[in-house]
Structure formats: C-alpha cells, structure tokens
T-cell receptor, first 114, second 112 residues
Framework: GQQVMQIPQYQHVQEGEDFTTYCNSSTTLSNIQWYKQRPGGHPVFLIQLVKSGEVKKQKRLTFQFGEAKKNSSLHITATQTTDVGTYFCAGRPQEGAAGNKLTFGGGTRVLVKP | IAGITQAPTSQILAAGRRMTLRCTQDMRHNAMYWYRQDLGLGLRLIHYSNTAGTTGKGEVPDGYSVSRANTDDFPLTLASAVPSQTSVYFC???????????FGPGTRLTVL
C-alpha cells in the first residue's frame, strides 16, 4: 500500500534559525496536506498543495510540492518557540488508487532551544 | 457544541472489557474518520465513513468496529480490549471525502 515517510523524525532547532522537513510518498499523489500538532493537542490543518511544483507561503512557513508530485517540503525561517510541535504531511493518491485515502506520515517533532 | 467533540477525554480499561469511544460533530460534514496515534507511527486510519449509513476499513481496523447511523455521530467500539490498543484516538471529519480534516481533542486510552 501507499507509504508516506517524513524526515527527520526529530528536529532540534536554535531559536532564530531555519530548518526544513521533508515528506516522501511511495506513490504519485493528487494532493498533499500539512498539519501541525502542538504538544498535548490535536492536529490542525495548515495547507493543501495540489499542483506539480506548487509553492505556498504562510508567514515564515514555505510549503513546496515536488514536480513529480511524490514529495513535499516545509521550510520554516527564523524559528520561534511558537513553532514547537509535530508537523505531519498527509498524501492522497491519485483518484482510484488505494481507495483514495489520505495517508499520514510519521511526523517531524520540532523542539526549539531558546 | 462547536466543531467536533470526543468522549471520554481519557480512560483506563481492563483487558477484555468492551469500550465505546464517542465522536460528535455539528458541522454537517459528510465524511468522518477514526485514527490512532502512537509515538513514532504518526496517525493511522482505523475506520472511516464517507457518508451516513456507510463505513469502510482503514489501515488498522482489526479489533475495532464503527457505525454511522446519522451525520453527526461516529462511535468507535473495542469489543474486547487488548493492551496493544493503548493509544491516543482521534476522531476527524471533513465536508467531503477530499476535504480538509478537522480533528477532535482526542481520547487517551490505556488498556491494562
């Protein structure tokens, strides 16, 4: 079945620094979604990418969808303590494949050192 | 109610007992989902429902059952709990199958 892998599993970042987390799918996707889960909280939707090569920005967060629609990345600039949490990508396969179910990656847990 | 709610917030359960986790949404969303979250494994889909009256199996359905008698409610039942079902369970809903998913606050279940 479809697999979605995220790296790194853990990311320790100094406050003010930049970092990137990566998401890779075993199958071509129709779209990819990103969610953030604060410690002790529930996942909250951040953004959806649909087009090949698409880039979207939300303040200090930049999301990119790969040209082949099999990978994605989240880049955070000038990390702040409010960025602490686990970031999940979730990929939906092409229509008709694997029941078209959304599959979540294992997440990247971000810890910020002040 | 605003959004999606789950009950109980947490539960400690003896192995072999039956347990139903409740999930209710007031957004009139057609699709609903149950996930379990275990450290390092992300969110794994247990069961889902595209619309009231229909359900389907996700990635890890064994030991769990669901029903969708109406639009708002989507209970998850563990017929005979086992320790490997210790996890945090999240219910989610979306307007339609391809839509953004909105998650409930979760139920932390411990099976001893």
């Amino acid at each position: 079945g479809q697999q979605v892998m995220q790296i790194p599993q853990y990311q320790h970042v100094q406050e003010g620094e930049d970092f990137t987390t990566y998401c890779n799918s075993s199958t071509t996707l129709s779209n990819i979604q990103w969610y953030k889960q604060r410690p002790g909280g529930h996942p909250v939707f951040l953004i959806q990418l649909v087009k090949s090569g698409e880039v979207k920005k939300q303040k200090r967060l930049t999301f990119q969808f790969g040209e082949a629609k099999k990978n994605s990345s989240l880049h955070i600039t000038a990390t702040q303590t409010t960025d602490v949490g686990t970031y999940f990508c979730a990929g939906r396969p092409q229509e008709g494949a694997a029941g078209n179910k959304l599959t979540f990656g294992g997440g990247t847990r971000v810890l910020v050192k002040p | 109610i605003a959004g999606i709610t789950q009950a109980p917030t947490s539960q400690i359960l003896a192995a072999g007992r039956r347990m139903t986790l409740r999930c209710t949404q007031d957004m009139r969303h057609n699709a609903m989902y149950w996930y379990r979250q275990d450290l390092g494994l992300g969110l794994r889909l247990i069961h889902y429902s595209n619309t009231a009256g229909t359900t389907g199996k996700g990635e890890v359905p064994d030991g769990y059952s669901v029903s969708r008698a109406n639009t708002d409610d989507f209970p998850l039942t563990l017929a005979s709990a086992v320790p490997s079902q210790t996890s945090v369970y999240f219910c989610a809903s979306s307007r339609d199958w391809a839509g953004t998913q909105y998650f409930g606050p979760g139920t932390r279940l411990t099976v001893l």
